[in-house]
């Protein structure tokens, strides 16, 4: 099967709904923007391997290009779940977690996950420095309410507290009005950029579920040449693969 060929692939797959290599014709519906034929490809792959990782990614991101972030959280979950290492997926789950708004300790435990894979990962690094500034403003807060709720002898005094209070308060939802259009950006822009590069990912999952190393290792190769890369995480996913090689006695 031509895996880049999008009309043979979907030949084979009509003959066989049961292929491992459906998240593969997901991904050219989805990268087509045929959000439609991508989630129903994934629904009827799902359907016959409920815990296929490549799968379930795709469908994550299905899900994500329709804005449907919460039961893409919960599909990015049960991926972490069935294999904690899936790092794409600690990726994706960081900005959905992002735009959903989730709690600050939620958002830190993700961005930590992902430092401890990649310790170096500037994404995850910029988010936990936002966030810490976040928690130390926090404090500063609480000291203006309690000294807005000290009991005030005269009137003239509680309308003076109360201009001083607005003016105090007025600086910090002028940074909230600039933050939350970037959140809302930050999901959309990240599947503009990381669709494309996580395409032959993808490929090389599926690859890797079939035990088809040296093909996977092909694909890596391929992926190298091209510009704007991370070359570190191809060749940590080149290290995994050529272990899998040995333990499987193929090297």
């Known amino acids: 099967v031509d895996l880049t060929n999008l009309e043979h692939l979907e030949f084979y797959f009509a003959d066989n709904f049961d292929t491992t290599l459906f998240p593969v014709l997901s991904e050219h519906y989805l990268l087509s923007e045929d959000l439609d034929r991508a989630g129903q490809v994934c629904e009827i792959g799902l359907g016959y391997d409920k815990d296929s990782l490549p799968g379930l990614f795709l469908q994550a991101r299905v899900l994500m290009a329709r804005?449907?972030?919460?039961?893409?959280?919960?599909?990015?979950?049960?991926i972490i779940e069935l294999d904690p290492s899936f790092f794409n997926a600690y990726l994706l789950l960081a900005e959905v977690q992002s735009g959903l708004k989730r709690s600050q300790a939620?958002?830190?435990?993700?961005?930590?996950?992902?430092?401890?894979m990649d310790p170096g990962n500037k994404r995850a690094l910029q988010a936990i420095g936002k966030l810490k500034k976040k928690r130390s403003?926090?404090?500063?807060?609480?000291q203006q309410a309690a000294k807005a709720?000290?009991?005030?002898?005269?009137?003239?005094?509680?309308?003076?507290?109360?201009?001083k209070q607005v003016a105090k308060k007025?600086?910090?939802?002028?940074?909230?009005?600039?933050?939350?259009?970037?959140?809302?950006?930050a999901v959309a822009?990240?599947?503009?950029?990381?669709s494309p590069k996580l395409a032959t990912f993808t490929l090389v999952a599926v690859l890797k579920s079939q035990k088809l190393y040296e093909q996977a290792?092909?694909?890596?190769?391929?992926?190298?040449?091209?510009q704007g890369v991370d070359k570190k995480r191809i060749a940590k996913e080149k290290k995994i693969i050529m272990d899998l090689l040995k333990s499987s006695g193929s090297a």
Not at 106 to 113: D, Q
Not at 170 to 185: D, G, N, Q, V, Y
Not at 217 to 226: F, G, I, R, Y
């Open 170 to 185: 007025s600086p910090p939802k002028k940074r909230a009005m600039r933050k939350k259009p970037a959140t809302a950006e």
């Open 106 to 116: 939620i958002l830190m435990k993700c961005y930590n996950a992902i430092l401890e």
């Open 149 to 163: 709720i000290k009991p005030k002898p005269k009137k003239r005094a509680k309308k003076t507290l109360q201009k």
């Open 189 to 194: 822009l990240s599947e503009l950029e990381v």
């Open 137 to 142: 403003r926090k404090p500063r807060k609480k």
């Open 217 to 226: 290792l092909e694909v890596l190769a391929k992926m190298s040449s091209k």
């Open 67 to 78: 804005k449907d972030l919460q039961h893409a959280e919960l599909c990015l979950k049960k």
